[in-house]
C-alpha cells in the first residue's frame, strides 16, 4: 500500500475471524500457484488477471483488488523495473528472462487475503535471481520476529537488514499493513525501522509483510496510469507478501500453501 499519515488503533482478530482469513488467504496462496505454472513466455498479462479472477470466483471469494481505489483488474503484474501496482494489459506479453512480481487479493464473507510472490521466467540474470532471492529471505526474516511481546519494527529492521547486507535498497514509498475487514488497516508495516520501536506486538494481529526491493537505489515514480510504480534508475525490483497472524505460538503464514 501507499504510505500515509495514519494511526488508529490495530484491530485484534477473533478466532473465527482469523478461521476465515485463513480461507481467503489460502485461496489468495492457491490461485498465486496456477499463476506461477501459467507464467511462461508468450503470455500476456491480462491472461494472467483473467486466470487470477476465474481461480478466485471459481473457489467462492471475490477478487479483493478490482474497483479498490479504482484500480481495474484482479491482480497487479509487475515485470523488471516496475515495482508494484501493475495495471495487467493483452499488449503485455512476457517473455524469456523477465521478473514478474503478481500481487492478488481476495474477499471471503468480508475478510481479506493479500499475498505476492516474484519469479523469474525461464533462465534470467544472475542478478534477478539473487534479487528474488534475497526479496524471500527478508520476508522470511521479518515474518519469525511476528511474535507476541515483540515490536512491530523489529519486523521491519530484519527485513531491512537482510536486504542492505546484499547490496539491494528497500523501498520506502510503499509498506505493509494490517488487513481484516478492510485491505489496508493500520497499523503500515514498513520495510525498514528501528528495533524495539512501534506499538507492541500481540496475538489476533494480523499483518500484510511486503518487502519490495531495488537492485539498484530505493528511489520509485509512478506512472501516467496513476498505478504502475517503477524504479527511477530503471533497475530491476522484486516484491513477496504474505499475510500473518500473530499467535500465542508466534508467527502463521496464513498465505502459505500447506
Ligand atoms: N498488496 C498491495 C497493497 O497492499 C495490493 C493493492 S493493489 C490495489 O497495496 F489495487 F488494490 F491497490
Ligand atoms: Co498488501
Redesign the pocket.
Known sequence: ??KRKATRCIILKSPRELELMRVANRIVAEVLNELSESLQPGISTHDLDRIATEGIIKRGAVP??KG??G?PASL?VSVNDEV??GIPSPERIILEGDLVSM?L?SIVEGYYG?A?LSRLVGSGSEEASRLIEVTVQALCKGIERARPRARLQDISWAIQEVVEKAGFSIVRQ?VG?GIGRS??EPPEVPNFGRPGQGPLLKPGMVF?I?PMVNAGGPEVRVLEDG?TAVTVDGSLSAHW?HSVAITENGPEILSMLQ
Request: net charge negative; aromatic share 22%; hydrophobic share 40%.
Open positions: 500500500m501507499k479483493a483488488f479498490y481505489r484500480y497487479c508494484v501496482h500481487d487479493g493479500d505476492a510503499f499493513h485491505l489496508h500484510a511486503e498505478w507478501e
